[in-house]
């Protein structure tokens, strides 16, 4: 079986969309998938599973909103696709404060057009970069403060979006090869 994590976006944020994380991994292990894990109550899982990551944020989407009566947007990536986005930050080096880097996750390709339309935003000093199905967030200061939010992305890029920051983005990929 390969190894998934799932991004949950917007739950347990200012008391709001509540989700205990073993009532998560409950529901998960419901769902047949295997050796389910949770990491921080921001929902991000880590498990086995041959399903293909569509059909895994579907059934993840749906039995979230049966289970717990609210909408929650997931993003799955295999193992191998994280660690394919952390070799890519073009922001992380061994002189980068990790405090300052972000990885928004997308919940696909977005369109080319699209994509030039976002890179003509300058929000400085923050920065981003996108590639793929990612984008790379370097922010001056906090990232509650910068412009370079989920929203923005979503809006411009017309594709579905969550952000984490690159220690909980490093400390998934640790779990991940556990």
Aim: charged letters at 30%.
């Amino acid at each position: 079986m390969n190894i998934r994590i799932a991004i949950l976006r917007g739950i347990n944020v200012g008391g709001k969309r509540k989700i205990l994380m073993a009532d998560l991994k409950s529901m998960c292990e419901k769902l047949g998938l295997k050796n389910v894990e949770t990491y921080i109550q921001s929902g991000n899982l880590i498990f086995n599973s041959d399903r293909q990551n569509s059909e895994l944020e579907n059934d993840l989407e749906k039995a979230i909103t049966e289970k717990f009566g609210f909408d929650v947007p997931v993003i799955v990536r295999t193992e191998k696709e994280l660690e394919t986005s952390i070799n890519n930050n073009l922001f992380f080096d061994k002189d980068a404060d990790v405090k300052q880097l972000h990885l928004t996750f997308l919940k696909e390709k977005p369109s080319k057009e699209n994509i030039d339309k976002t890179r003509t935003y300058n929000y400085e000093p923050d920065k981003f970069k996108i590639a793929d199905k990612d984008i790379f967030i370097f922010c001056s200061g906090k990232y509650h403060e910068s412009k370079l939010t989920n929203n923005f992305f979503e809006r411009q890029l017309k594709v579905g979006a969550t952000t984490r920051n690159w220690k909980t983005v490093l400390k998934l990929s640790e779990l991940s090869k556990n």
